[in-house]
């Protein structure tokens, strides 16, 4: 065996023609080669202070209106005034904590959030109260109070002008839909929603049902709600999202009665009793129309279509990606109502059809109004998506339960609502152009926003904006 040093061949500056890949290249060609340009990272907001402008800008009454909520105490023996409660109660929803306890824990030490309080509150901070006191509260506190409280935010930002861009026709698409909060394998109280199963299992289950300002591009603001629940547990009837309606539109009707409305419902609300209601309340609305449904009046809705071949408009999707074809008809009668039903056709570059809608509407629709119709009528899905999805999803923990008595445990996801709220404010307004970029995710935001509630205070003095454009970037 040669035991000397072999010499190192020369590398080959062209490369080796019996060998492919990245063994071919030389070390040369190699180190010649730049690599991809690194993006730029953007440079984290002081969130504490986007948060005050926020609520400064659209909400300045926010203190007044945390004072007016009726205490249940005994004033003898009051130590934190509801007002810090029930804002400590909404940051625990803004910052994603996922439970009283984490958010508590997070909170003991954090000596610069009673700054940022005292700041929000007008008034001194000494001691940050642990979030079991305001579980106490809670289970006494009438949990309409707090949906009060909510509704002072909606019309506000309505008198402001901030959401007049989102009409169609000069109305709010109000979407209305029902989603699961919690579910027990025994029943949880008198009020439980009692589900038997296939297999035999028995569920007792809570529901709610929202109604959402929505908008085109990617808002859900919730502006009431009614609960699903059972009386107690003697009744004739089970409650259910349709009965619901009803009190809900009893709620919006009084809290809202001037405020012009476009309601979008799915198929379960396609109802003489529904419609004859919003009729009365001079709201308009957009109705899944389906011919399993409602055969007699589908089949009368295609023979006017074969007898308009007129009204009818085609569009090229975005992208190139297709074609949406628009097809309207007017005057159906049902019940004594008159009706318009609008049939949408979605279809690839080939011609095959990707999507069909239907739905029925209150409005008579022609070649100016129709796209507007049948645009908003699709739009129901906002608050399925940037509604429900997130609250279950985005961190605040619509399914967790926050506590077992009823009466809290209301209050608890009227509190969150108003925080779902807020954070769309704060995401898609001031922090809208570099939201996604610096932050990727709701999960990740809500941990950066509490660890600046913990560290960073806002300064003594904020440059205010005169407007607070709520984009979408």
């Not at 619509?398 to 608890?412: D, G, N």
């Amino acid at each position: 065996m040669d035991t000397g040093v072999q010499a190192v061949k020369e590398t080959d500056p062209v490369g080796n023609a019996d060998v492919s890949g990245r063994a071919a290249q030389s070390c040369a060609l190699k180190a010649s080669k730049r690599g991809r340009p690194k993006k730029k990272r953007q440079e984290m907001p002081d969130l504490t202070r986007e948060l005050t402008i926020t609520l400064s800008h659209f909400f300045p009454e926010l203190a007044t209106w945390l004072g007016e909520v009726v205490d249940p105490r005994n004033p003898g023996y009051i130590v934190y005034s509801l007002k810090l409660l029930l804002l400590l109660g909404v940051l625990m929803f803004l910052t994603h904590s996922g439970s009283r306890n984490h958010f508590g824990d997070q909170m003991r030490d954090a000596g610069e959030l009673a700054r940022t309080l005292a700041r929000l509150l007008g008034m001194p901070v000494d001691a940050i109260p642990h979030l079991d006191t305001l579980e106490k509260v809670l289970r006494r506190l009438d949990p309409q109070h707090l949906q009060h409280l909510h509704v002072k935010l909606i019309r506000r930002l309505i008198r402001m002008k901030a959401l007049d861009d989102w009409r169609v026709g000069g109305r709010f698409m109000l979407a209305v839909d029902g989603t699961g909060l919690y579910s027990f394998h025994e029943r949880h109280c008198a009020n439980c929603i009692k589900a038997e199963h296939e297999s035999g299992a028995v569920t007792y289950s809570h529901k709610v049902l929202v109604a959402f300002i929505v908008s085109a591009d990617g808002y859900a603001l919730p502006i009431a709600c009614e609960f699903i629940e059972n009386p107690g547990i003697v009744y004739d009837k089970q409650d259910c999202e349709k009965k619901a309606f009803y009190r809900l539109e009893a709620t919006i009707r009084q809290y809202f009665p001037q405020t012009p409305f476009l309601l979008l419902l799915d198929a379960l609300y396609a109802d003489k009793n529904v419609m004859r209601q919003c009729f009365g309340n001079g709201w308009n609305f957009g109705i899944s129309f389906l011919d399993t449904d409602m055969p007699a009046l589908w089949r009368e809705a295609q023979s006017l279509l074969a007898l308009s071949p007129g009204q009818c408009a085609k569009m090229t999707l975005p992208q190139d990606a297709g074609t949406r074809e628009v097809r309207w008809v007017n005057d159906l009668d049902y019940e004594g109502m008159k009706l318009s039903a609008i049939f949408q056709v979605d279809k690839d570059k080939e011609g095959n059809i990707v999507c069909q809608f239907a739905h029925l509407t209150a409005r008579h629709i022609d070649s100016t109004n129709v796209w507007s119709m049948a645009t908003a009528a699709r739009l129901r899905w906002r608050c399925e998506n940037e509604g429900f999805n997130v609250l279950k999803n985005g961190g605040f923990g619509l399914e967790h339960v926050y506590s077992r008595q009823p009466t809290a445990s209301k209050a608890y996801f009227f509190l969150m609502l108003t925080a779902h709220l807020i954070q769309q404010l704060l995401t898609r307004g001031r922090l809208g152009t570099v939201f996604r970029d610096t932050f990727h995710t709701f999960l990740n935001y809500g941990k950066k926003l509490l660890v600046a509630l913990q560290h960073h205070p806002p300064p003594p003095d904020l440059d205010m904006p005169g407007q607070i454009r709520l984009s979408t970037a």
